[in-house]
């Protein structure tokens, strides 16, 4: 069932100038029709179950996605703020697809502002390994506030009503991950509520997106897990630009371009979107 | 005022697999705890000028306020504030010289309001000079411009000479006005140990303290504003090294003849090298000033044992006479007074460049503490930071040590305040890395320079004491050099 959703849609030529095939497919109509299938690789599941046991370590493997956490919550804010008619200040529902051990997931839950955080992943080891981690905090742990369900978003129950949708849903460092992003995107998109923002990040697939997380990062300086990314996997910030500009309804385009700076740590870099880690945020009008 | 609390476990622990081992065995005798323990955000050990700063600086802020905190220190805080009824004809003999970075922080938060301000004494010139060599440099704010003219927003205040009874009256005041702090005061921490892992929470990483009140707190984050002997670091087995300088610290609030050279609007704080090290006089209100001689232990136990006239007339020596004379002056048991007007009439000074003359010592107010260096490996541990002089003590040489602990109080708030608007949990070290980061370094380079600065000046001859009068008189004549320390001393950039 986890078959490679690319080789089932049609490749969608690009207007981009990317160097490489495009599998993003914008098909709308198809994929409603067809049963859900999931669009999850069983090679990252296993993948990410491996890496399970050192998720919480704050010098371990995943070191650097704890880095970037706040930079995610930065952005959230910088989009909501931006927003004429803001959604709700308070008692925000938010959803974190492909949340793994709860790094942003956590996070979400602990904000003020914040009502609820149903997070989902595929991988059931780290499902575990997020939900031990839950109890270390009585915060979050508090019965409703964080709901952890080991489910794809296909199997997820869409909401009945446009407004029983969530204010945000969350698709952090996964969009690399997955095989066919356009019908994933499609199967994400239901659940947000109408003013609500759909925020991702993910790595353009360039040259220097290359050499930096495929050669610096996993082979020679080791920050990585090696494994962990598949080059010919990521997505361009233009084509989802490009794929959102077609879709009815959605709009307030929003990227930020981050650079993980030795020493340093992550930093926004003006214009880096176009060749490197790079936020994006698209609101669904109300 | 270091709060005293008493510890009864770990103590003494160096090596790090020995404080795993430790902790192991506490979350063992923590699990027999009869009830379970109130959940806490932030819990501060210690009610002195940095724990009180913390507090001060989280309630203030509409981003922290919400966190739930408490304070814990063995002795009855309001006990150590100031009177309000205190007069202008006696002061505390434990002042602090505070610079306006820490002056303006606490504007910020609303606790400089607090202040009795008749008490506070801003100073606008320094004079320090060698005792060896009689080389000197004098810090203004007008000899030290800037490459152009002086703009008029300068600032002419080097720093403020402030009684800690004071300071902390005014961080008391303004927790007050603020509320939400549950003040344990009075109170002893009977243990700190690893919480438990239950059915519904797993506390394993959480301190937990025994109180003496018989209460029980679980803290997200535990900070250690416990002083030099801090239980808390111990409790986080972090070492803390350092060495003792085999000195002493005598204090003394001194009445003087007048209001000083420049009278009441410019105030002027003197400090001589010896090499036995630096004797201090800083302004107060009127015409009284506070004295820090750092000496060796025996001077220092003899200064304590003088007659007031006799120590008047040590203080004044001290600022004029050579070193042959004050060896001399220490060794003779009482009788400091006569030997001195006669030997001073013997030794040429221009008064005008020395502190005017000391007429009376305040009763009860000559003490001695022995002066210390000491830094923690490190200031945060999972669940614990450590402000103040838990994290480090530094000789007193240019006063610095109570603007490092209100320095580490506001960046611990700014890490923290980050840290819940990035939903982050305010006690994982991931969290704490930022306030380590900001701290350590500035705290480690200031000192190394108190330090270096007693040891260059410990040296009585030799090519050394050229060299280091070279040097002064150079930074004196260089006004752009010498308004870039100033502003160091000052805390700014």
Redesign the interface.
Not at chain 1, 208 to 224: K, Q, Y
Not at chain 2, 305 to 325: E, H, K
Not at chain 2, 388 to 411: E, F, I, K, R, Y
């Given at each position: 069932m986890l078959a490679r959703r690319a080789s089932q849609a049609p490749l969608f030529a690009s207007t981009s100038t990317s160097p490489s095939p495009i599998r993003f497919s914008s098909t709308t109509s198809s994929s409603a029709k067809e049963p859900p299938k999931s669009t999850v690789d069983p090679t990252e599941v296993s993948h990410f179950n491996a890496l399970a046991s050192s998720w919480w370590d704050p010098v371990g493997p995943s070191r650097l996605l704890h880095l970037m956490n706040p930079l995610r919550h930065t952005f959230i804010s910088r989009c909501r703020n931006a927003s004429p008619s803001a959604s709700p200040a308070s008692n925000l529902r938010y959803l974190d697809i492909g949340c793994g051990g709860g790094i942003f997931a956590e996070s979400a839950a602990r904000l003020a502002h914040t009502a609820s955080v149903t997070a989902i992943d595929p991988t059931p080891e780290v499902l575990k390994i997020a939900e031990v981690h839950k109890r270390r905090d009585p915060m979050i742990a508090a019965p409703g506030k964080l709901t952890y369900i080991n489910t794809s978003i296909e199997d997820l129950p869409q909401p009945k009503t446009p407004q029983e949708g969530y204010d945000i849903v969350s698709l952090f460092e996964v969009l690399e991950h997955v095989n066919a992003p356009g019908p994933f995107l499609e199967h994400i998109m239901p659940h947000v509520k109408p003013g609500g923002w759909l925020v991702l990040s993910t790595i353009s697939r360039t040259w220097t997106s290359w050499l930096v997380t495929n050669v610096m990062a996993e082979d020679v300086l080791g920050i990585v897990p090696k494994g962990t990314h598949d080059w010919a996997k990521y997505v361009n910030e233009s084509e989802l630009r490009d794929w959102f500009y077609g879709k009815p309804g959605w709009g307030e385009l929003k990227t930020m371009g981050v650079m993980y700076v030795p020493g340093l740590g992550w930093k926004e870099v003006t214009g880096s979107e176009g060749w490197g880690n790079y936020f994006f945020a698209v609101r669904r009008a109300e | 005022m270091p709060p005293r609390i008493p510890c009864r476990a770990h103590r003494a622990a160096c090596a790090t697999p020995a404080v795993r081992c430790r902790i192991r065995l506490q979350r063992r005798s923590a699990s027999t705890a009869a009830s379970a323990p109130e959940?806490y955000d932030v819990v501060c050990v210690g009610g002195g000028p940095a724990g009180l700063s913390l507090l001060a600086g989280l309630k203030a802020s509409p981003v922290t306020n919400?966190l739930k905190v408490a304070l814990i220190d063995g002795q009855d805080l309001q006990k150590n504030r100031l009177q309000k009824d205190a007069t202008l004809d006696s002061f505390s003999n434990r002042c602090s010289s505070l610079t306006p970075a820490s002056m303006r922080n606490l504007q910020e938060i609303g606790v400089w309001r607090h202040a009795n301000a008749s008490r506070i004494q801003p100073y606008q010139e320094m004079q320090v000079w060698d005792g060896v060599s009689d080389a000197r440099i004098s810090f203004d704010w007008d000899t030290a411009r800037s490459f152009g003219p002086r703009k008029p927003t300068q600032p002419t205040t080097i720093a403020y000479m402030i009684e800690n009874v004071n300071t902390v009256s005014a961080l008391l005041g303004r927790l007050e006005e603020l509320g939400g702090v549950d003040m344990f005061a009075s109170t002893k921490v009977d243990a700190i140990e690893l919480g438990t892992d239950t059915e519904?929470?797993?506390?394993?990483?959480?301190p937990v303290l025994s109180l003496s009140n018989g209460k029980s707190l679980a803290a997200?984050l535990l900070v250690g504003a416990d002083g030099a002997n801090s239980p808390v670091r111990t409790f986080a087995g972090i070492p803390s090294r350092g060495f003792d300088y085999s000195r002493h610290g005598v204090v003394a609030t001194l009445k003087l003849s007048n209001s000083g050279w420049g009278g009441p609007d410019h105030k002027i704080a003197y400090q001589r090298f010896l090499p036995s090290g630096p004797i201090a006089m800083l302004p107060m209100p009127g015409n009284f000033a506070t004295l820090v001689w750092s000496t060796t232990p025996e001077r220092a136990a003899k200064l304590k044992s003088l007659s007031p006239a006799d120590f008047s007339a040590m203080v004044n020596a001290g600022f004029r006479l050579s070193l042959t004379d004050l060896e001399y002056l220490h060794t003779l048991p009482s009788g400091q007074a006569e030997e001195i007007a006669w030997r001073e009439k013997h030794t040429p000074v221009d008064e005008r460049a020395l502190p005017v003359r000391v007429t009376d010592v305040q009763s009860g107010s000559v003490a001695s503490f022995p002066l210390r260096m000491r830094h923690a490996d490190t200031y945060t541990g999972e669940r614990v930071a450590l402000v103040g002089d838990a994290a480090h003590t530094v000789h007193p040489l240019a006063g610095q040590g109570l603007n490092q602990g209100q320095g580490d109080a506001a960046a611990l708030v700014r890490t923290i305040s980050?840290a819940?608007?990035?939903?982050?949990?305010i006690g994982?070290?991931?969290a704490l890395e930022s306030y380590n980061a900001a701290r350590y370094a500035e705290n480690n380079a200031m000192m190394g320079v108190c330090d270096k600065l007693h040891r260059l000046y410990s040296v009585e001859s030799g090519p050394i004491v050229g060299l280091r009068s070279l040097g002064l008189r150079a930074v004196d004549a260089m006004g752009p050099l010498k308004g870039f320390f100033m502003n160091r001393a000052a805390g700014g950039v």
């Amino acid at each position: 069932m986890l078959a490679r959703r690319a080789s089932q849609a049609p490749l969608f030529a690009s207007t981009s100038t990317s160097p490489s095939p495009i599998r993003f497919s914008s098909t709308t109509s198809s994929s409603a029709k067809e049963p859900p299938k999931s669009t999850v690789d069983p090679t990252e599941v296993s993948h990410f179950n491996a890496l399970a046991s050192s998720w919480w370590d704050p010098v371990g493997p995943s070191r650097l996605l704890h880095l970037m956490n706040p930079l995610r919550h930065t952005f959230i804010s910088r989009c909501r703020n931006a927003s004429p008619s803001a959604s709700p200040a308070s008692n925000l529902r938010y959803l974190d697809i492909g949340c793994g051990g709860g790094i942003f997931a956590e996070s979400a839950a602990r904000l003020a502002h914040t009502a609820s955080v149903t997070a989902i992943d595929p991988t059931p080891e780290v499902l575990k390994i997020a939900e031990v981690h839950k109890r270390r905090d009585p915060m979050i742990a508090a019965p409703g506030k964080l709901t952890y369900i080991n489910t794809s978003i296909e199997d997820l129950p869409q909401p009945k009503t446009p407004q029983e949708g969530y204010d945000i849903v969350s698709l952090f460092e996964v969009l690399e991950h997955v095989n066919a992003p356009g019908p994933f995107l499609e199967h994400i998109m239901p659940h947000v509520k109408p003013g609500g923002w759909l925020v991702l990040s993910t790595i353009s697939r360039t040259w220097t997106s290359w050499l930096v997380t495929n050669v610096m990062a996993e082979d020679v300086l080791g920050i990585v897990p090696k494994g962990t990314h598949d080059w010919a996997k990521y997505v361009n910030e233009s084509e989802l630009r490009d794929w959102f500009y077609g879709k009815p309804g959605w709009g307030e385009l929003k990227t930020m371009g981050v650079m993980y700076v030795p020493g340093l740590g992550w930093k926004e870099v003006t214009g880096s979107e176009g060749w490197g880690n790079y936020f994006f945020a698209v609101r669904r009008a109300e | 005022m270091p709060p005293r609390i008493p510890c009864r476990a770990h103590r003494a622990a160096c090596a790090t697999p020995a404080v795993r081992c430790r902790i192991r065995l506490q979350r063992r005798s923590a699990s027999t705890a009869a009830s379970a323990p109130e959940i806490y955000d932030v819990v501060c050990v210690g009610g002195g000028p940095a724990g009180l700063s913390l507090l001060a600086g989280l309630k203030a802020s509409p981003v922290t306020n919400g966190l739930k905190v408490a304070l814990i220190d063995g002795q009855d805080l309001q006990k150590n504030r100031l009177q309000k009824d205190a007069t202008l004809d006696s002061f505390s003999n434990r002042c602090s010289s505070l610079t306006p970075a820490s002056m303006r922080n606490l504007q910020e938060i609303g606790v400089w309001r607090h202040a009795n301000a008749s008490r506070i004494q801003p100073y606008q010139e320094m004079q320090v000079w060698d005792g060896v060599s009689d080389a000197r440099i004098s810090f203004d704010w007008d000899t030290a411009r800037s490459f152009g003219p002086r703009k008029p927003t300068q600032p002419t205040t080097i720093a403020y000479m402030i009684e800690n009874v004071n300071t902390v009256s005014a961080l008391l005041g303004r927790l007050e006005e603020l509320g939400g702090v549950d003040m344990f005061a009075s109170t002893k921490v009977d243990a700190i140990e690893l919480g438990t892992d239950t059915e519904q929470l797993d506390l394993s990483s959480w301190p937990v303290l025994s109180l003496s009140n018989g209460k029980s707190l679980a803290a997200r984050l535990l900070v250690g504003a416990d002083g030099a002997n801090s239980p808390v670091r111990t409790f986080a087995g972090i070492p803390s090294r350092g060495f003792d300088y085999s000195r002493h610290g005598v204090v003394a609030t001194l009445k003087l003849s007048n209001s000083g050279w420049g009278g009441p609007d410019h105030k002027i704080a003197y400090q001589r090298f010896l090499p036995s090290g630096p004797i201090a006089m800083l302004p107060m209100p009127g015409n009284f000033a506070t004295l820090v001689w750092s000496t060796t232990p025996e001077r220092a136990a003899k200064l304590k044992s003088l007659s007031p006239a006799d120590f008047s007339a040590m203080v004044n020596a001290g600022f004029r006479l050579s070193l042959t004379d004050l060896e001399y002056l220490h060794t003779l048991p009482s009788g400091q007074a006569e030997e001195i007007a006669w030997r001073e009439k013997h030794t040429p000074v221009d008064e005008r460049a020395l502190p005017v003359r000391v007429t009376d010592v305040q009763s009860g107010s000559v003490a001695s503490f022995p002066l210390r260096m000491r830094h923690a490996d490190t200031y945060t541990g999972e669940r614990v930071a450590l402000v103040g002089d838990a994290a480090h003590t530094v000789h007193p040489l240019a006063g610095q040590g109570l603007n490092q602990g209100q320095g580490d109080a506001a960046a611990l708030v700014r890490t923290i305040s980050h840290a819940v608007q990035t939903g982050q949990d305010i006690g994982s070290t991931l969290a704490l890395e930022s306030y380590n980061a900001a701290r350590y370094a500035e705290n480690n380079a200031m000192m190394g320079v108190c330090d270096k600065l007693h040891r260059l000046y410990s040296v009585e001859s030799g090519p050394i004491v050229g060299l280091r009068s070279l040097g002064l008189r150079a930074v004196d004549a260089m006004g752009p050099l010498k308004g870039f320390f100033m502003n160091r001393a000052a805390g700014g950039v």
